[in-house]
């Protein structure tokens, strides 16, 4: 019998990957490069054949926590997120390597080395090996569909989650993939110990105790499952050691045939017998990794004596930036064929907001009050569409720091006597992380403008459902602000002057005010009427 083959990006193969193997439910917030996950299982029959659980949650923290709330039940579960989301979600990641997981677990992170769609960049590689969770780590799309079959039974088998870690290039490329015979959904079935999940200091404690243990057997696991593997070359000068994609970078510089022993690494703990025949071995060893140099960094350990380690930290590899195939062609001293002319087949297009978008109403209207009166410096933004608000012709904002840190800086300076401190965030962002801020504001009266830009959608990350709609008006209301200071605004042109008025109107009020400039995404709406005309 054939098998079965699709063509799917490394986000599909992970959503494919988790189905087969019989998850019951996906939890996750938008975010580069991980959205297309959920977005694959909220399309796909399967999903509503088996009625897998799949709807958006509203940060990546309940995204984590509703996942863990699933394997408490028994059921194989994953939630997903950026890199930056985990940051969001570590306090129930850290804690659920001590709870453990029942039913099988996975957390999948997809890290933006440098930062195409990101803030920052960092490898969650190393928050994962923070909080004692095994790491897998696929150098293709094939891997990473069949490693849901194994990232499940590991979890169930150790009783731990486990990280599925990708980059950019891997979730957002294509491949073929051979798809297995799908696995049934497990049934219901509490953990055994009842105080499995109760951290309480001393159940705490002894759990700690046992996680530490479990990491020498997640280490024997990481030598023999067969992720990890030492394949032997005859040149010895050099031992190459590539973390998961760059494995597949490595490759594409030999065609296949490495001349250097290697060892390919795709799970963690890291191998330590591999790792220390490879240095036994080889004169030198160059370390690839998509990310930070945390293999590496390990290798040398804090005195650096004894075996010459090359990778990001010796510069052989630049230390930030994501890795590709050229990159590591220079570290091996081959061709370099990044200098070959490219041919201009995309003009660069530096990102603006969509004509008609209501956010540059909104912009227009702030400039025309808060900059014209008072100059520069009194904006603080969000991440979102608006945060394009940074570029000219606004120039209107003045931070971008974190989802939700737009309305706590606002109040942060208020605090400290500015005068106005004005926020700017989006219906989803308001929604992930900015409710809680708006009550810290409310508490304590704090003399702020909040303008939460209202497109009915998270459009950023290429417009998903909000949270907020049908009921923003009333969240904000429910959070104590004074309802005479919650304005809505339709930000159309011929609305300016009456938005001008309403924004000077809340200048005088010293308390909260919440400006809810409303219209919907004209992404979303071109969208939806296109469908209608179908
Ligand atoms: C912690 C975290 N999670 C996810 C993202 C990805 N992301 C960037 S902006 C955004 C939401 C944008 O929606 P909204 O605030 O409604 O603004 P819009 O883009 O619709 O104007 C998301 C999900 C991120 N940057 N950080």
Known sequence: MTKKKMLLMGDEAIAQGA???GASGFYAYPGTPSTEIMEYVQHSKMAAQRNIHRTWSANEKTAVEGALGMSYAGKRTMSMMKHVGLNVAMDPFVNSGITGANGGCIVTVADDPSMHSSQDEQDSRILSKFAFIPILEPSNQQEAYDMCFYGYELSEKYMTPVMMRVTTRLAHSRSGVEVREALPQKEIKLPEDKRQFVLLPSIARRRYKG???TQKKLLEESENAGWNRYIDGKDKSLGIIACGLGFNYLMENFDGECPYPVVKL???????KMIKKLVEECKEILVLEDGMPMVEEDLRGLLDRDVKVKGRITGELPRDGELNPNLVALALGLKDVEGQPVPKIVAPRPPKMCTGCGHIDMYNAINATVKAKYGDGHVFSDIGCYTLGAFPPFEAINSCVDMGASITMAKGAADAGLFPAIAVIGDSTFCH????????AV????????FIGDNSTTGMTGGQDSHALGRLTSIVKGLGVDPDHIRIVNPVRKNHDEFVKIINEELEYNGVSVIIPTRECMQTLRRKTKDAKK
């Open 19 to 21: 189905m087969d193997a």
């Open 211 to 213: 996680v530490l243990e």
């Open 266 to 272: 795709s799970q963690y703990p890291a191998p330590k």
């Open 433 to 440: 992380s900015g409710m809680t801020g708006l009550l810290d």
């Open 443 to 450: 508490i304590d009266k704090s003399n702020i403008i909040v």
